[in-house]
Nanobody
Framework: QVQLVESGGGLVHPGGSLRLSCAASGFSFSNYAMKWYRQAPGKEREWVAGIGDVARAGDRARTYADSVKGRFTISRDNAKNTLYLQMNSLKPEDTAVYYC????????WGQGIQVTVSS
């Protein structure tokens, strides 16, 4: 079955960096687009970034929400079945639970990982 497991979250000061990972299993990872979402307390889940499948995983296939453009970078290692989100210049408003996601006839979600940006 499809499984997505996030890791790498934690507490970081404003201006700091974190790298999230999402280990995928149960499907042919390289053949599917992947996305990161986040949900802040009291807010709806929002899309953060996306990356295409093996045929479309170049820079043109990476997309970002305006709120993170220029600060976050999505990437994937198809040999390791792992999705990444490099987050730089973090702001308090980036505080949220972050989820990786893929769509294979339906949405699949990881369990989420907490990222807290605070001084």
């Amino acid at each position: 079955q499809v499984q997505l497991v996030e890791s790498g979250g934690g507490l970081v000061h404003p201006g700091g960096s974190l790298r999230l990972s999402c280990a995928a299993s149960g499907f042919s990872f390289s053949n599917y687009a992947m996305k990161w979402y986040r949900q802040a307390p009291g807010k709806e889940r929002e899309w953060v970034a996306g990356i295409g499948d093996v045929a479309r995983a170049g820079d043109r296939a990476r997309t970002y929400a305006d709120s993170v453009k220029g600060r976050f970078t999505i990437s994937r290692d198809n040999a390791k079945n792992t999705l990444y989100l490099q987050m730089n210049s973090l702001k308090p408003e980036d505080t949220a639970v972050y989820y990786c996601n893929t769509y294979i006839y339906k949405n699949y979600w990881g369990q989420g990982i907490q990222v807290t940006v605070s001084s």
